[in-house]
């Protein structure tokens, strides 16, 4: 096999796997930050979720993520109020997401993985000529995957840009006697992707991954993609 064809098979492959890892699902990851002062350890006291801002309160969406809530900490212990009933706990919740920032990433050589750098670096080097009244330039770049050593390594960069997403949730419980904090915990991740349909909800399960964990403690949680099926 020629080097030109074994550099061309190797880039198909290299192509391949990554198009193939592009297409797999990316764990999500968050990291959060947890608070406590005399969280009474869940013994089936009731609680209500309400929103932080008012202008949630009510809402369809915020009710769908209040219950996604209601059912983590359900699954701890505590149990939702029943209509009527004075609950033992007031759960405040808020989210929301940035605009978004661009980032700009860049790889030399035309995106091609065989670069090693441009002008002179990596693999490719200068081929120096003198010419006449021993003025010297270059003439081309060696390289050593193309039979005689010289090809179109130029030694541009392919540049591309994308936007990237913070989010966060912040949840507080206070003791609904006194008012008095009990828990304060904040989950932020950075993302491609701005719905909150779907970050909520990775948030919230980060959030409630091993609550309500050490105080004034701050984790990564990696939250795994749904399975597809």
């Not at 030109?4 to 880039?11: H, I």
């Not at 701890?76 to 009527?84: K, T």
């Not at 419980?173 to 008012?179: C, E, K, P, Q, S």
Request: hydrophobic share 35%; glycine share 14%.
């Amino acid at each position: 096999m020629s080097m030109t064809n074994f550099r061309r098979l190797a880039l198909t492959a290299m192509t391949g796997a990554a198009l193939a890892l592009a297409g797999c699902a990316t764990p999500f990851k968050a990291d959060v930050a947890r608070f406590q002062s005399q969280l009474p350890a869940p013994q089936g006291q009731s609680f209500v979720v309400e929103a932080s801002n008012p202008a949630l309160q009510g809402g369809i969406e915020f009710g769908q993520y209040a219950n996604m809530v209601a059912g983590e900490l359900t699954r701890y212990g505590y149990r939702p109020a029943a209509n009527g009933e004075r609950a033992d706990l007031i759960v405040r919740m808020d989210y929301g997401v940035d605009k978004g920032r661009e980032r700009v990433v860049s790889s030399p050589g035309f995106g091609d993985p065989w670069y090693g750098g441009y002008y002179g670096r990596g693999f490719y080097r200068p081929v120096i000529v003198t010419g006449r009244g021993g003025r010297r330039y270059v003439y081309g770049y060696r390289d050593p995957f193309l039979w005689g050593g010289f090809g179109p390594s130029w030694g541009y960069n392919d540049v591309s840009s994308y936007t990237v997403y913070t989010s966060g949730l912040n949840l507080q419980i206070n003791r609904a006697a006194d008012g008095s904090r009990l828990f304060e915990g904040h989950a932020e991740a950075q993302s491609r992707d701005n719905n909150l349909q779907t970050i909520v909800p990775n948030l919230v399960e980060a959030m409630f991954t091993g609550f309500p964990g050490n105080s004034g403690e701050r984790v990564r949680i990696t939250v795994a993609p749904p399975e597809k099926g």
